[in-house]
């Protein structure tokens, strides 16, 4: 059975610092890793995703990932944090046509 | 092009009672799939449609829970005698087919059961 694990439910930076969402994922086949966004009353939004190639994997505004197969991770990442990317984010996994989501990680940029 | 749209968007219903709720999906997306998302909570897969049939019901969480989807497009997910545990927001989401495809997500029902 495939799993993710966001281990953070709160993740605080002050804007322009970095930002890391972590993300740690179990599946038995090749994995296919995809970052959702959710605002408020909102659907989620498609960040990213990694299937194949590069580890290094570039997104919607401004995120990226690195896929680390030792390390099963697939951290999200974004150089200088706005406040608009306060929200919460869901990591999942793909097996097959089924996706696991994490429970999700709320971001606050602070101005 | 447009979105996946969801309605309603909010619904308020008594406990017993039956709801439905509809999902339209991205024109061409074969793939539909319906979730909930619990407050506070993830996602949790409720079913998947390819086409018209639904491979994976393994999601559902009681026979109250039914979902069906006809002519390849809209689809209903229908909740019978409504409980209290049952109010959430109802997610759906579809795909082009393939495992790498990506998932977009409509705006949600929430389902309130008083």
């Known amino acids: 059975a495939q799993s993710v694990a966001q281990p953070e439910d709160q993740v605080n930076v002050a804007e322009g610092n970095p930002l890391t969402v972590k993300c740690t994922y179990s599946?038995?086949?090749?994995?296919?890793l995809f970052w959702y966004v959710q605002y408020p009353n909102r659907g989620l939004q498609f960040l990213l995703k990694?299937?194949?190639?590069?580890?290094l994997v570039k997104g919607s505004y401004g995120f990226e990932a690195e896929f680390n197969k030792s390390q099963t991770s697939f951290h999200l990442k974004k150089p200088s944090a706005l406040v608009s990317d306060s929200a919460l984010y869901f990591c999942?996994?793909?097996?097959?046509?089924?996706?696991?989501f994490g429970d999700g990680t709320t971001l606050t940029v602070k101005p | 092009g447009a979105g996946v749209s969801q309605s309603p968007s909010n619904k308020v219903t008594e406990k017993g009672k039956d709801v439905e709720l509809r999902c339209d999906p991205i024109?061409?997306?074969?793939?539909l799939y319906w979730y909930r998302q619990s407050l506070g909570q993830g996602l949790e897969f409720l079913i998947y449609?390819?086409?018209?049939?639904?491979?994976?019901k393994s999601g559902l969480p009681s026979d109250r829970f039914s979902a069906e989807r006809t002519g390849g497009s809209v689809s209903t997910l229908t909740i019978q005698r409504t409980q209290q545990e049952d109010s959430a927001v109802y997610l759906c989401?579809?795909?082009?087919?393939?495992?790498?495809?990506?998932?977009?997500f409509g705006p949600g029902t929430r389902l309130l059961v008083l």
């Open positions: 990694y299937i194949t190639g590069d580890n």
């Open positions: 599946v038995s086949g090749n994995p296919y």
């Open positions: 024109s061409g997306h074969t793939a």
């Open positions: 999942a996994v793909r097996d097959m046509m089924k996706s696991t």
């Open positions: 989401a579809s795909s082009l087919p393939g495992y790498q495809e990506t998932q977009y």
């Open positions: 449609f390819q086409g018209n049939s639904a491979p994976d």
